[in-house]
């Protein structure tokens, strides 16, 4: 049944006229004797209806048809005059009418519960409004002051745990709330099936005025079902004035929920820049563990959700230890995972490691980079990956089957730009030098896990073999038994015109034989006969230079040689290979296929 809609076949005629708030109609229908306590379809009756419309008169020529048929005695005793006020709906049986009221010398006080009067003010409706409720809930004062000074029951709570008080408090009606909290209206207790007290509901709503008032009579640290306090509400809903009335109050800034999450965490989440400068600035404290699982911190949840000035704030104050720690999670973390390429950039800037920590063990995760290449879907890698790989980031194994088992070859274009191949004399050790030619020298670590890769991963070879060269990486590194037997035609091709090929090992020339026997390799012409001296020259100049200067710098064009033979120092002159374009598997099928089929092989 809809109980909002009230049915004209339904309703009183003394319910509608007080509906309306015609007292001169209400009159006249309860002169003719007509029932008052007639309910609609909702359990309304006339006096809900009166109350609800703000209807002052109408209430009380409610109230008075239902107590005005009353029979006075006076009597008088050695200390003072009374009066007995009979009423005849509280009697007991029809001729013996119940003590309802008893008048000491002008002032009227209960003596006897009353029955009928009471019940009736006190009446409710199938949703558990009674007359008050239904007052308070519109804002009409005057009719919440009849109506308790009718007896009316300042506590009573509706089906769904509401009050007097609750209601005039999520209406916003000052007055109201002023008079029931001035009449004792019980202030602490919980509403709702979340518990929430009156000051809950009052910061909610940002009723602040309110909220001035409920602070002088509640108890600040009143919590919820979640264990969540008022001034946790104000912090979670940006409601600033009510934060600062409660903490000028004494509530505690660093309450903690059920789940361990502070104000200034919730604050930095929803990104109420106000509100965490104010916490800060009133002692909050952005170092204390906000989960369960994990120590996760405000300026987790800031960069989580890019809030780029809270996250700037609480960079400031936050101790490091969560950058590096093997206990803790970097905030680089939740960045990336929740692609905030500009918490990213902001974190990286204000010093965070783009490597941070190992957090295996805490979230299943190896590093910020290994998060952003997994989360790369759509596009070849995402803002967070340049970031992180400019900043300097250590590229694992993993990392480089993302850039090497691909026919894309976006991100080890991106990785060959931010990064320096170092020269041979420098792969026994790790690199001293950490920067060059503004780009990070790739660590010794790092190059063997591309060598490991890249040989594990011949069927590639034609995009990333090409890449590699023109990069500087030394020929050699890769002309291994590996790649002579599993490379194509092509790829062996452009890879030994990097090389003196007539000076390769015995076993490297055997498999070459072999291939050409088994026609699996058809070589290029010249590859039979000893390499031509413009070659050899070549060689040479690659060997005194570097193959990292010849092939990424201008140094070329500063030798003393005709311009037209640049290109060819630079090798230019050798024919790019082409991909044999098979649609290759899912990129996380090859990395689940390489981790259980790849050889470690090592070439340093």
């Not at 003719?32 to 006096?47: H, T």
């Not at 952003?372 to 250590?394: F, M, N």
């Amino acid at each position: 049944m809809d109980f909002t809609e009230c049915y004209g076949d339904t309703v009183s005629g003394v319910a509608a006229a007080a509906r309306s708030g015609c007292r001169k109609r209400v009159r006249r229908l309860l002169k003719r004797g007509c029932s008052v306590d007639c309910r609609d379809n909702r359990g309304w009756n006339a006096l809900h209806e009166a109350a609800a419309a703000g209807s002052k008169e109408c209430v009380q020529d409610i109230l008075s048809a239902v107590g005005g048929r009353t029979r006075k005695e006076s009597h008088t005793n050695e200390d003072c005059t009374f009066v007995l006020i009979f009423c005849p709906l509280c009697c007991v049986s029809d001729d013996k009418p119940h003590i309802c009221l008893i008048e000491f010398t002008g002032l009227l006080t209960a003596a006897v519960q009353p029955r009928g009067c009471h019940a009736f003010v006190n009446s409710l409706t199938h949703e558990g409004e009674s007359a008050c409720y239904l007052a308070a809930q519109r804002g009409h004062l005057a009719v919440v002051q009849l109506l308790l000074k009718s007896h009316a029951n300042i506590n009573q709570l509706t089906n769904d745990l509401s009050c007097p008080l609750y209601a005039a408090v999520d209406g916003g009606h000052k007055e109201v709330v002023e008079l029931l909290v001035r009449k004792e209206a019980e202030v602490n207790r919980t509403h709702t099936a979340s518990c929430w007290t009156c000051l809950h509901q009052a910061v909610y709503k940002g009723h602040s005025e309110i909220v001035r008032i409920l602070v002088n009579v509640c108890n600040l640290e009143a919590v919820d079902d979640h264990r969540i306090s008022p001034l946790f509400v104000a912090a979670q809903y940006g409601q600033q004035e009510c934060l600062e009335i409660l903490v000028k109050a004494g509530a505690n800034v660093n309450t903690q929920a059920a789940d361990l999450a502070t104000p200034l965490l919730i604050a930095s989440q929803e990104g109420h820049q106000a509100c965490v400068d104010f916490l800060l600035d009133h002692g909050a404290d952005p170092n204390i563990a906000c989960s369960t699982e994990w120590p996760q911190f405000p300026i987790h949840a800031a960069a989580e959700f890019g809030h780029i000035g809270i996250l700037r704030r609480l960079t400031a104050v936050t101790d490091r230890a969560c950058n590096r720690s093997n206990d803790m999670v970097s905030p680089l973390y939740v960045a990336v995972h929740g692609h905030q390429s500009k918490s990213v950039e902001l974190l990286l800037r204000e010093g965070y490691s783009p490597d941070a920590q190992d957090c295996t063990n805490i979230l299943g995760l190896r590093s910020p980079l290994s998060v952003a290449l997994c989360h790369t879907s759509i596009k070849p890698y995402s803002e967070s990956v340049r970031l992180l790989i400019a900043a300097g980031a250590t590229l694992s194994e993993e990392d480089w089957i993302y850039a090497l088992s691909t026919d894309k070859t976006d991100l080890l274009q991106l990785i060959l730009k931010h990064r320096w191949i170092p020269r041979p004399e420098s792969l026994t050790r790790d690199c001293s030098v950490p920067h060059h030619q503004g780009k990070t020298v790739l660590k010794l670590q790092e190059l063997r896990d591309l060598l490991c890769v890249a040989l594990n991963q011949v069927h590639f070879a034609a995009c990333w073999l090409p890449l590699l060269m023109e990069a500087g990486m030394e020929p050699s590194l890769l002309v291994q038994a590996h790649m002579l037997e599993q490379a194509d035609t092509e790829v062996l091709n452009y890879l030994l015109e990097f090389v003196n090929w007539s000076t390769l090992s015995a076993p490297l020339k055997h498999i070459l034989d072999r291939r050409q026997a088994e026609k699996t390799w058809e070589p290029r012409p010249h590859f039979g006969s000893i390499p031509f001296l413009y070659h050899m020259c070549r060689l040479q100049i690659r060997s005194v230079l570097g193959p990292d200067l010849l092939m990424t710098t201008n140094l070329v064009h500063q030798l003393p040689v005709p311009p037209s033979l640049h290109n060819f120092l630079k090798f230019r002159d050798i024919p790019d290979v082409s991909f044999p374009h098979s649609p290759p598997s899912p990129l996380s099928n090859r990395i689940q296929g390489y981790r259980s089929t790849h050889q470690h092989i090592y070439v340093l």
